[in-house]
């Protein structure tokens, strides 16, 4: 009864108040009062199925919006956190190419330090190089130099003591009021004959002198010869006692190599 009722309730919600006061006018008998109420439950079953299938269908399409919004919501989480994730990815690419670009900066800027230190250190040794060059040049001059300024101090020395020799061997000393002279003797010729060729036209000796290199190390060593040939005489001939005749070097020249001798002529004015 309640559940008839209950439908009743809700065809009766459904006719409206003018139809349920027609439906109250109109009950001629039982039968047709029967029919109306079968009618009337049977309309009322086929409403309550309409609506149970309207609440079933709309508790689907809800369920289906919940799941779509649900499914919505998580994709649009995940294609943020995709997005984040592709950032933060995106930015750490940035990083290291930003980084790779400094370094190759970096090595290029080594390259062109190195390539600017390789010239510098080429221009550097080639100048050094040019440098050293001169620098050899120089010293093998000076030292070209020394040799012949030796040399030509071996021979001053040479003719000092010839002067000292020919003014120890003159009968009068040197004396006159000119300066007397030391001449080189030739070794073919007399002095009289050197001398005779000259302005100091006399001779006054003609001596052989020697010495040896070095320091002396005792009283009984010998350091040099000296010898008085006379001035008409050549004495002897031997090339090796001619100074103009000798070598540059050969003032360095003793004994050992058979130079014991240079010979000189002491001449004077007439």
Not at 54 to 68: D, G, M, N, R
Not at 88 to 98: F, G, N, V, Y
Not at 153 to 180: D, E, I
Not at 243 to 252: C, I, L, R, S
Request: charged share 25%.
């Amino acid at each position: 009864q309640f559940r008839l009722i209950s439908i009743m309730n809700i065809n009766m919600i459904a006719w409206g108040p003018q139809e349920l006061e027609g439906k109250r006018q109109r009950p001629d008998s039982d039968t047709e009062a029967a029919e109306d109420l079968k009618d009337l439950l049977y309309s009322s079953m086929h409403n309550i199925v309409s609506l149970n299938d309207l609440v079933t269908e709309l508790s689907e399409k809800i369920a289906k919006l919940t799941i779509s919004s649900a499914e919505n919501t998580a994709e649009m989480k995940l294609s943020k956190a995709e997005t984040t994730l592709s950032r933060a990815a995106r930015s750490k690419e940035i990083k290291e190419l930003k980084t790779d670009a400094a370094r190759v900066s970096e090595v290029e800027s080594l390259k062109e330090q190195i390539g600017t230190l390789n010239k510098a250190f080429s221009l550097v040794l080639e100048n050094k190089e040019v440098a050293l060059a001169g620098m050899t040049a120089q010293m093998e001059a000076m030292k070209e130099e020394q040799v012949e300024l030796d040399r030509d101090h071996a021979w001053q020395s040479l003719h000092m003591a010839a002067a000292a020799a020919c003014r120890g061997s003159t009968p009068t000393g040197g004396s006159g009021p000119n300066g007397n002279a030391v001449l080189a003797k030739e070794n073919t010729r007399s002095c009289d004959q050197v001398c005779g060729d000259t302005a100091f036209n006399l001779c006054d000796a003609d001596i052989s002198i020697s010495g040896y290199k070095g320091q002396a190390t005792s009283y009984s060593q010998r350091l040099g010869h000296y010898y008085n040939y006379g001035c008409g005489s050549p004495g002897n001939r031997s090339g090796r006692f001619d100074e103009v005749k000798a070598g540059g070097d050969g003032v360095f020249s003793d004994h050992s190599t058979g130079n014991w001798y240079y010979r000189f002529c002491c001449c004077r004015r007439a």
